[in-house]
Nanobody, 124 residues
Framework: QVQLVESGGGLVQAGGSLRLSCAAS????????MGWFRQAPGQEREFVGF????????YYADSVKGRFTISRDNAKNTVYLQMNSLRPEDTAVYYC?????????????????WGQGTQVTVSS
C-alpha cells in the first residue's frame, strides 16, 4: 500500500500563487510516477500533469502549461505542484495520485493510489 497526503491548499486571489505538496509513504518503491488531478464542483476529475520518479520532464495539461510546475524530491518521497498566475477557473479540489504501472498517465485509470485532496480556491 501507498499512502498519499496532500497539503498546501487555500484561498488566493487571481494572479497569485500556491504550492501544493504530496507526501508519499508506504511501498513508495513500487510507484513509477505521480500525477496531479483536480475536480471542480459539478465537473469530472481533470488531469493536470504527471512526473516520473526516475527522471525526465513533467507533462502538463494544456490548461495549466506555462503556469504550473511539477517537481519531485525523491529523498523525501514528495512531489510538488507550483501554481502561478492562478485564475478563478483553477478553483477545485486537487488530488495527487501514484501510478505503479507507469501507463495511461493522462487518465485516472493509470493511478492506483489517491490522496484525500486539498481545496484550492481562487477569488476574482
Amino acid at each position: 500500500q501507498v499512502q498519499l497526503v496532500e497539503s498546501g491548499g487555500g484561498l488566493v486571489q487571481a494572479g497569485g500563487s500556491l504550492r501544493l505538496s504530496c507526501a508519499a509513504s508506504g511501498r513508495t518503491f513500487s510507484t513509477h510516477a505521480m500525477g496531479w488531478f483536480r475536480q471542480a464542483p459539478g465537473q469530472e476529475r481533470e488531469f493536470v500533469g504527471f512526473i516520473v520518479w526516475s527522471g525526465g520532464n513533467p507533462y502538463y495539461a494544456d490548461s495549466v502549461k506555462g503556469r504550473f510546475t511539477i517537481s519531485r524530491d525523491n529523498a523525501k518521497n514528495t512531489v510538488y505542484l507550483q501554481m502561478n498566475s492562478l485564475r478563478p477557473e483553477d478553483t477545485a479540489v486537487y488530488y495527487c495520485a501514484a501510478s505503479e504501472a507507469g501507463r495511461y498517465l493522462h487518465g485516472q485509470n493509470g493511478y492506483r493510489y489517491w490522496g484525500q485532496g486539498t481545496q484550492v480556491t481562487v477569488s476574482s
